[in-house]
């Protein structure tokens, strides 16, 4: 079973610019997350998809950020425009309707922004 | 979410248990005791969790004591791939709902010495 993919593995772009990451789940897996680690910082929460609905969006840190799930399968993260804070690993995890609630993380996204 | 506090770093020679500790004195009756590692440059992985029995895998085992207000992950032979920052999370498991973000604290990053 193919686990949680995330393109692209790095990205480099100059502030102002504008970034799309893209998340595809486990398959089967209604809930989706986005995390991201900035420099020096912890893991931090963004937002939760249960299918194409957000669940969850109390960690997107401002209207620069735009998460999208159409169709309840793979995610796309977009920043425009980039800032320089915006740097970092961003992750995504995804799990089942399921009591414990495992979530699988993937590989992450480097983001760099210039 | 609970709050937990764990030693920023521990040494374990390969070949040997690595007892990682965690407190959690504020724990619910209802909160798991979830542990994740991040190898470098890798995505979160989900190790183990439990309610208040102690739990096996096949990568850990996860004791907790009976008051449920610390415990203990170990990895009975520990190798150099289990060099890693070790993450205890307490959470109430409960799916489509806003508790279900994982919070990441600073974690233990643990050595494993050759």
């Known amino acids: 079973e193919a686990g949680v993919t995330q393109f692209p593995s790095h990205s480099v772009i100059e502030k102002g610019q504008t970034v799309t990451l893209r998340c595809d789940p486990i398959?089967?897996?209604?809930?989706l997350y986005w995390y991201r680690r900035v420099m020096g910082k912890e893991i931090k929460f963004l937002l939760h998809?249960?299918?194409?609905?957000?669940?969850?969006e109390s960690g997107m840190p401002n209207n620069r950020f735009l998460a999208e799930r159409t169709g309840g399968t793979y995610s796309t993260l977009k920043v425009q425009p980039a800032e320089l804070e915006d740097s970092g690993v961003y992750f995504c995890?995804?799990?089942?309707?399921?009591?414990?609630?495992?979530?699988?993380f993937g590989p992450g996204t480097r983001l760099t922004v210039l | 979410d609970a709050k937990t506090t764990q030693p920023p770093s521990m040494d374990c020679a390969e070949g040997r248990a690595a007892n990682l500790p965690c407190n959690h004195s504020?724990?619910?009756?209802?909160?798991?005791v979830y542990w994740y590692r991040q190898i470098h440059s890798q995505g979160p992985q989900y190790i183990i969790h439990?309610?208040?029995n102690n739990e096996t895998n096949e990568m850990a085992s996860l004791i907790i004591t009976e008051d449920r207000k610390s415990s203990t992950l170990i990895l009975p032979h520990a190798t150099l791939r289990d060099t890693a920052v070790y993450y205890c999370?307490?959470?109430?498991?409960?799916?489509?709902?806003?508790?279900?973000?994982?919070?990441f604290g600073p974690g233990t990053s643990l050595s494993v010495i050759p």
């Open positions: 998809f249960v299918k194409e609905s957000k669940q969850d």
């Open positions: 398959s089967g897996h209604d809930n």
């Open positions: 995890a995804s799990s089942q309707d399921r009591s414990d609630n495992e979530q699988f």
């Open positions: 999370i307490v959470r109430v498991a409960r799916v489509r709902t806003s508790y279900d973000k994982v919070i």
């Open positions: 504020t724990i619910s009756g209802n909160e798991y």
């Open positions: 439990g309610l208040k």
